[in-house]
């Protein structure tokens, strides 16, 4: 069975640092590109970065840019989000999910439960 | 503001069929591939169609899409109350260089 479960989340002080991981199974992760997600409280769905099969290539959000790396280990099915200088608008559920049909075709068919992230003092 | 524009609402009763718009611009809907996805809020997102217009294995043929310059649409047909959830258009924006999505459209099933 295809899965991913995210951890990580939790309730941290704005300006402090915070990361989450994904952990994959049931495929191949090194096949596909990564993405993650996130949802704010009453808000949208709104993407947040992607990685790269390889983790060779990586994009962000402008609202992470500088704050935000994506990264992946390919030995350890796992993805990162290792996020700084964190604010109150970046409080959300983040998700990640995997790109099945490539980097910029996209196609997001499998997703995690998401873990919740709470920026506050 | 969402650089995909999406109506935030849309209705039906059970087995109408109701269509959700999605619109962008030359570097998102206009050059490249579109999904849908429709979300449970506190659940995981589902893919509905890839590709424009693919449906992955698994999703009803009421659901169907298509796309027509730098607009596109999700058809609902023979709506169900369990079709009740929030519908998201996505696309990659060569401008931005990063993925984009809409703001999402609630489909109640009145």
């Known amino acids: 069975e295809v899965q991913l479960l995210e951890s990580g989340g939790g309730l941290v002080q704005p300006g402090r640092s915070l990361s989450l991981s994904c952990a994959a199974s049931?495929?191949?992760?090194?096949?596909?590109?990564m993405i993650w997600v996130r949802q704010a409280p009453g808000k949208g769905l709104e993407w947040v970065s992607i990685?790269?099969?390889?983790?060779?290539?990586?994009h962000y959000a402008d609202s992470v840019k500088g704050r935000f790396t994506i990264s992946r280990d390919n030995s350890k099915n796992t993805l990162y989000l290792q996020m700084d200088s964190l604010r109150a608008e970046d409080t959300a559920l983040y998700y990640c999910?995997?790109?099945?049909?490539?980097?910029?075709?996209?196609?997001?068919?499998?997703w995690g439960q998401g873990t919740l992230v709470t920026v506050s003092s | 503001q969402s650089a995909l524009t999406q109506p935030p609402s849309a209705s039906g009763t059970p087995g109408q069929g109701v269509i959700i718009s999605c619109s962008g611009g030359?570097?998102?809907?206009?050059?490249?591939?579109l999904t849908w996805y429709q979300h449970l809020p506190g659940t995981a997102p589902k893919l509905l169609i890839y590709s424009n217009d693919q449906r992955p294995s698994g999703v009803p043929d009421r659901f169907s899409a298509s796309k027509s310059g730098t607009s596109a649409s999700l058809a609902v047909s023979g709506l169900q109350s369990e079709d009740e959830a929030d519908y998201y258009c996505?696309?990659?924006?060569?401008?931005?260089?990063?993925?984009?999505f809409g703001g999402g459209t609630k489909l109640t099933v009145l």
């Open positions: 996505a696309a990659w924006d060569s401008s931005l260089n990063g993925w984009v």
């Open positions: 999910a995997r790109s099945f049909y490539g980097y910029t075709y996209g196609g997001f068919d499998c």
């Open positions: 030359s570097s998102n809907i206009g050059k490249n591939f």
């Open positions: 049931g495929f191949t992760f090194s096949d596909y590109p």
């Open positions: 990685v790269s099969d390889t983790g060779a290539s990586t």
